[in-house]
């Protein structure tokens, strides 16, 4: 593969991992950010104990899904294992974010799903950000979790954890992770207050035809 092709997917990486920094969704040494090579079963990812102010494209690891680690320098970010699965199980996939931003690993916490509190929620995540159930960091079991948890949806809660979103474009991505971490901050808010109201599910099937055009990733159903 031609080298300047190579440095695409590094700057998108990166691009991803500083925004995500920028938006307060990680910290040092938290979260991961990933990105599908075209037509082979590989990635390009942030590395392991990744320090998101200095990252620079040298930092990019370069691994196969199957976990053999192709570029030199630094290893590869200890959950491309979850990355790796979601690629594998949804081909529309191409890029994942993993981040421990704070009102959703509250929520993660105290085991609350994010009900459908606002239209948009439907248009750029698919639906509700469910639970998935706890599994270690770094293991194929946390993978597994995450899909059935996400189901046709592109994003998910990881217990006592945080967030995963995955979608068709960095873009859409962060648009997915920042947008999960605000719905977690304005629902722990209704919360306190003492009431939630959700949007009327007879009101949502308009969003997600909009979500299914230009977001979805999940594999449609086989019919039954
Ligand atoms: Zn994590």
Redesign the pocket.
């Known amino acids: 593969m031609a080298q300047e092709n190579l440095d695409e997917y590094k700057e998108m990486v990166l691009a991803g991992a500083k925004a995500i920094y920028e938006h307060g969704l990680v910290q040092f040494g938290?979260?991961n950010v990933s990105v599908r090579v075209k037509k082979v079963d590989e990635m390009f990812i942030t590395p392991s104990q990744n320090d998101y102010a200095k990252m620079t494209l040298q930092d990019v690891v370069h691994i196969k899904f199957n976990g053999t680690q192709i570029s030199q320098g630094k290893p590869t970010s200890t959950?491309s294992k979850l990355h790796s699965i979601i690629y594998q199980a949804r081909p529309k996939v191409n890029c994942v974010i993993?981040t421990?931003s704070p009102y959703a690993g509250m929520l993660s916490v105290a085991l609350k799903e994010i009900p459908v509190i606002f239209e948009e929620m439907v248009i750029f995540l698919g639906g509700p950000v469910r639970l998935a159930k706890y599994a270690q960091?770094g293991t194929e079991e946390l993978g597994k979790a995450v899909l059935e948890a996400m189901d046709d949806t592109n994003t998910c809660l990881l217990t006592n954890?945080?967030v995963v979103a995955c979608g068709r474009d960095m873009e859409k991505v962060i648009k997915a992770a920042t947008l999960v971490e605000k719905m977690a901050m304005i629902y722990w808010g209704a919360l306190q207050i003492g009431h939630v109201e959700t949007v009327p599910d007879d009101k949502i099937e308009k969003f997600k035809e909009m979500f299914k055009g230009l977001f979805s990733t999940a594999p449609r159903k086989k019919a039954e």
């Open positions: 938290e979260g959950e993993h421990h960091s954890h945080a």
